[in-house]
T-cell receptor, first 113, second 114 residues
Framework: DQQVKQNSPSLSVQEGRISILNCDYTNSMFDYFLWYKKYPAEGPTFLISISSIKDKNEDGRFTVFLNKSAKHLSLHIVPSQPGDSAVYFC????????????FGTGTRLKVLA | NAGVTQTPKFQVLKTGQSMTLQCAQDMNHNSMYWYRQDPGMGLRLIYYSASEGTTDKGEVPNGYNVSRLNKREFSLRLESAAPSQTSVYFC?????????????FGEGSRLTVL
């Protein structure tokens, strides 16, 4: 069973507009949610995270929103730039004490110039 | 600053051969992880090690073994490779203390099993 789901495999956005990437989770026993960005032939790089006790975290052009009642998080990128074109993974960290991280299947973002 | 280093970066094996993927981190992190990435499947956890001397199974451990040799190194072994193990493998580590939830990843090891 997929505990962390990204239902949109791909997304295309015009440069300068907002990109919104979505993620749903099914388990309430997560204490941190994270977003990673991945370019081809490179390892995932950390973008932004949010603690389960918060509902918003912002870092420059990137904002993550957490809706615990809906078990949903989203990543907003404003304004979108061509260099943002990559695969984005959301992840959740289990609170079991072993700090196990579960990843979604990824969303490929293409920002059109 | 090396961060998380994986070797080899590329490997081709024949079915039934064995090999070990090496991972080392120089950030004094306690926890280390092995993931595999397959198209449409995202990153799936194979094994992890919460601290030196401990290892635990993740979502897809079958066909793999791991060794946490010391605090720096965490190796992944395929005893008898199968075509289903063709994948890109990523090692990661988690900072101790300061907690933003972040994992640090290596650049990956691309394995092809014929």
């Amino acid at each position: 069973d997929q505990q962390v789901k990204q239902n949109s495999p791909s997304l295309s956005v015009q440069e300068g507009r907002i990109s919104i990437l979505n993620c749903d989770y099914t388990n309430s026993m997560f204490d941190y949610f994270l977003w990673y960005k991945k370019y081809p032939a490179e390892g995932p790089t950390f973008l932004i995270s949010i603690s389960s006790i918060k509902d918003k975290n912002e870092d420059g052009r990137f904002t993550v929103f957490l809706n615990k009642s809906a078990k949903h998080l989203s990543l907003h990128i404003v304004p979108s730039q061509p260099g943002d074109s990559a695969v984005y993974f959301c992840a959740a960290r289990a609170t079991s004490g072993t700090y196990k991280y579960i990843f979604g299947t990824g969303t490929r973002l293409k920002v059109l110039a | 600053n090396a961060g998380v280093t994986q070797t080899p970066k590329f490997q081709v094996l024949k079915t039934g051969q064995s090999m070990t993927l090496q991972c080392a981190q120089d950030m004094n992190h306690n926890s280390m992880y092995w993931y595999r990435q397959d198209p449409g499947m995202g990153l799936r956890l194979i094994y992890y090690s919460a601290s030196e001397g401990t290892t635990d199974k993740g979502e897809v451990p079958n066909g793999y073994n791991v060794s946490r040799l010391n605090k720096r190194e965490f190796s992944l072994r395929l005893e008898s490779a199968a075509p289903s193990q063709t994948s890109v493998y990523f090692c990661a580590s988690r900072p101790t203390g300061r907690d933003t939830g972040e994992l640090f990843f290596g650049e990956g090891s691309r394995l092809t099993v014929l």
